[in-house]
């Protein structure tokens, strides 16, 4: 998936399509994660975007592997130079479940998903930390 990812990445940069993706089809809420290292350094976010809404994992890694690198307001597009130094990550979220209290997760094993109302704007807020997902990193050299 991180591969098919990446592939869309390159892709965008040719004018070409991605190739076939080598995975099955289903529906999972899903992000994906970019992260760029240089010189020896350790690799830094340079996007990172996805949905808690549950999408095609096909049309969503593809989606999102673009939004991710190319809209994520926090940094600027990926350009085509920065290639041979990304990461890429995906996390396919599962097995939601509403805790108990605040202290009712564990690190490492389980995501958290913050939501609340901004009483200065009375808008709705939320955020995705350390997601329970199975990752695959895949550099490009």
Not at 27 to 53: D, M, Q, Y
Request: charged share 25%; hydrophobic share 35%; with cysteine.
């Amino acid at each position: 998936m991180a591969v098919y990812c990446f592939d869309t990445l390159v892709a965008h940069y040719s004018g070409d399509q991605p190739p076939p993706p080598a995975f099955e089809e289903g529906i999972h809420p899903l992000f994906v994660t970019w992260k760029k290292a240089t010189n020896g350094s350790e690799p830094r976010l340079r996007g990172c975007i996805g949905t808690l809404e549950a999408r095609q994992i096909l049309t969503g890694f593809k989606e999102y592997a673009l939004t991710s690198a190319l809209r994520d307001r926090r940094f600027p597009p990926i350009q085509s130079k920065e290639l041979p130094y990304l990461e890429c990550t995906v996390s396919i979220l599962t097995e939601y479940e509403t805790a108990v209290n605040h202290l009712d997760w564990e690190v490492g094993k389980h995501g958290l998903i913050i939501e609340f109302t901004d009483p200065d704007y009375n808008m709705r807020r939320s955020a995705t930390y350390y997601l329970r997902c199975l990752p695959m990193k895949v550099g490009r050299t």
